[in-house]
């Protein structure tokens, strides 16, 4: 999804006003965890309650909204930025100053199930993704070969 930074703004005071912001999932850098056409609900972001694995919703350069997996801080220029990953990604996305997060993850709504990130298979998938980066490898061969993409 592309949007402008006035668009940035609008959804930006909307999660603070509203307390959260749910949108369908598009793409597939989260599969299977979130596939496309999931509704995701993002709450603001809490620094102090962030954690490694926890999914952010953020503002690319080119204007595409992300949600990618927290993987560390990393200080850029004296700025605290943010290092994500998509898990069907094989890098890391470039590193993400805060003002351009519009929040975290608190429920990912499925066909017929509502997972919360404490939820048994969130949390294994997370640990599991994180722990053997081998698995974002077999995704992305599964998914160039079931959607025939080109990288």
Same mark, same amino acid.
């Given at each position: 999804?592309?949007?402008?930074?006035?668009?940035?703004?609008?959804?930006?005071?909307?999660?603070?006003?509203?307390?959260?912001?749910?949108?369908?999932?598009?793409?597939?850098?989260?599969?299977?965890?979130?596939?496309?056409?999931?509704?995701?609900?993002?709450?603001?972001?809490?620094?102090?309650?962030?954690?490694?694995?926890?999914?952010?919703?953020?503002?690319?350069?080119?204007? =595409?909204? $992300? /949600?990618?997996?927290? @993987?560390?801080?990393?200080?850029?220029?004296? &700025? !605290?930025?943010?290092?994500?990953?998509?898990?069907?990604?094989?890098?890391?996305? =470039?590193? $993400? /100053?805060?003002?351009? @997060?519009?929040?975290?993850?608190?429920?990912? &709504? !499925?066909?017929?199930?509502?997972?919360?990130?404490?939820?048994?298979?969130?949390?294994?998938?997370?640990?599991?993704?994180?722990?053997?980066?081998?698995?974002?490898?077999?995704?992305?061969?599964?998914?160039?070969?079931?959607?025939?993409?080109?990288?």
């Amino acid at each position: 999804m592309l949007i402008d930074d006035s668009t940035f703004t609008l959804l930006k005071q909307s999660i603070k006003n509203n307390k959260w912001l749910e949108l369908p999932a598009f793409g597939n850098s989260m599969f299977p965890f979130i596939k496309q056409g999931d509704h995701c609900r993002f709450v603001p972001l809490d620094c102090s309650s962030l954690a490694k694995g926890d999914i952010l919703l953020y503002l690319r350069e080119e204007g =595409q909204l $992300i /949600a990618h997996r927290f @993987i560390e801080n990393q200080w850029k220029n004296g &700025q !605290k930025m943010f290092l994500l990953k998509g898990d069907t990604n094989l890098g890391f996305d =470039q590193p $993400i /100053a805060e003002e351009r @997060i519009l929040g975290k993850l608190i429920v990912v &709504q !499925k066909k017929r199930v509502t997972i919360t990130p404490d939820h048994f298979f969130a949390a294994a998938w997370g640990k599991m993704i994180l722990s053997f980066p081998i698995i974002s490898e077999i995704l992305r061969k599964y998914l160039n070969s079931r959607f025939n993409l080109q990288y």
